[in-house]
């Protein structure tokens, strides 16, 4: 396995995909701070810089946060109808 540092912050998990979804061989990326380990397959030969240099680090919502937007699209919802709607697609239920 190869490691490549690079002193960037980024989103593991979305420059993971990114590098993949690229062709590359990856065994995953860690990062901490503003230091990125890209952790390669030794069968790989491509140049991951590029990818890096053009990824766009997006900061993480909490659980807070993430709860907060929704209870305020509940609270905006005009009708029960529309609650339950919401409360469904927090849920993960499908309704047709």
């Not at 995909?17 to 990326?29: D, K, M, P």
């Not at 240099?53 to 209870?71: F, G, K």
């Amino acid at each position: 396995m190869k490691d490549l540092m690079f002193k960037k912050k980024c989103n593991p998990g979305f420059l993971s995909e990114e590098l993949r979804n690229a062709g590359f061989l990856i065994y995953g990326v860690s990062a901490a701070d503003d230091l990125t380990i890209i952790h390669l397959y030794d069968e790989e030969t491509k140049d991951p810089k590029p990818i890096v240099d053009t990824h766009v680090y997006v900061e993480p919502l909490t659980s807070t946060e993430i709860r907060a937007q929704w209870q305020k699209r509940f609270k905006e919802a005009t009708t029960v109808s529309e609650q339950v709607l919401i409360l469904a697609e927090f849920l993960g239920i499908k309704v047709s």
